[in-house]
């Protein structure tokens, strides 16, 4: 991930206020408060951008955040991020509601909203920015399922996700599947958001919305893996193979064409920036396809072209 601030490269001095004015710029916050213990001030940022989301990391010891009405009021944000509280224990208030906040729990940091957010000591927290305007879904009902996220059946599994985002978030934003991995994350905050205001998604279509987001969230984290099919998707998720293709049917998609699609896609992309020498056969493998005649008629099949003579159209171009 992109290191965004690191107090360790900051002159003892100047870390006060150059950690308070990063936060400001990162969270909203109108008014933030550090802790200097011994050491003084200690704190990371961290970025990273999967398509068209960011996951974000803090880690620092500790802080507290305000975020004014007058501000709030006045806000229209671009993105909604979903956070997993990580080390210590946070105090979050939102309007009259205060509760704490343990490691794992999830919160909406909605900025159209005063807010109060604290944690004592050390601290961290990852978020997933996703743009409003791709969940579908207005920002009453976001703000709605604020409260709400504990009732979401996706709970417990965004939460895993983001902290195994933030383990891997480097070399999956550098990789060919970054954007798809972003859109699958989309999908899957829209599914946990509409899960949490259906009241723990008890209709039968919210929970087929959140099957489908898991199964394009796993599909995309383990497009590599050769072994990847029905069987492993529907026993990491623990349901049937008839609940897995009852909800993939449901969102206009089938299981095994959507894996295929998306490793031929990552295999395009790294085939147009791929050293010229590493084989085509590698590459391949590398997508989990183990058979290279197979890999080839499912590209023709998909682009018009053979691999290798895409291969030479791309690397013509860019010259």
């Known amino acids: ?39 003084g001030v200690v704190g990371r940022m961290e ?16 802080i507290t955040m305000h975020r004014d009405e007058r501000t709030a009021r006045a806000a229209s944000p671009e993105a909604v991020a979903i956070a997993v509280h990580g080390d210590g224990v946070g105090r979050l208030q939102t309007g009259e509601r205060r509760r704490l906040v343990h490691t794992g729990d999830l919160m909406v940091v909605d900025v159209t909203r005063p807010f109060d957010f604290a944690w004592s000591g050390w601290g ?57 991995l972003g859109e699958a994350s989309i999908q899957l905050v829209r599914a946990l958001l509409s899960g949490a205001v259906a009241d723990g998604g008890r209709d039968p279509d919210v929970l087929d919305q959140t099957l489908a987001a898991q199964v394009r969230a796993y599909v995309h984290q383990h497009l590599r893996d050769p072994g990847l099919d029905a069987d492993q998707v529907a026993g990491a998720l623990a349901v049937s193979r008839r609940q897995l293709f009852r909800a993939c049917a449901e969102a ?6 959507h894996v295929i ?44 072209v053979l691999p290798r003579d895409w291969r030479t159209q791309a690397v013509a171009e860019a010259r």
Do not use: N
């Open 124 to 180: 961290s927290s990852v978020s997933l920015q996703v743009p409003i305007a791709r969940l579908g879904l207005p920002l009453e009902v976001v703000q709605r399922a604020s409260s709400r996220l504990p009732c979401s059946p996706l709970h417990g599994i965004v939460s895993r996700y983001l902290v195994e985002l933030t383990q891997d978030a480097e070399r999956l934003s550098a990789s060919a599947a970054a954007p798809q």
């Open 47 to 62: 970025l990273a951008e999967l398509g068209e989301t960011r996951v974000f990391t803090a880690r620092s010891t500790g």
């Open 252 to 257: 206009g998609f089938s299981l095994e064409q």
């Open 261 to 304: 699609a998306q490793r031929l896609a990552g295999a395009r992309a790294e085939l147009a920036s791929a050293p010229a020498h590493r084989p085509i056969s590698q590459v391949a493998r590398s997508w989990g396809f183990k058979d290279t005649t197979h890999f080839g008629r499912r590209f023709r099949a998909a682009y018009g």
């Open 1 to 39: 991930m992109a290191v965004l601030l690191d107090t360790a490269a900051v002159d003892r001095r100047d870390r006060y206020e150059v950690f308070r004015a990063a936060m400001a710029e990162a969270s909203g916050a109108t008014g933030i408060e550090l802790e200097t213990g011994t050491h």
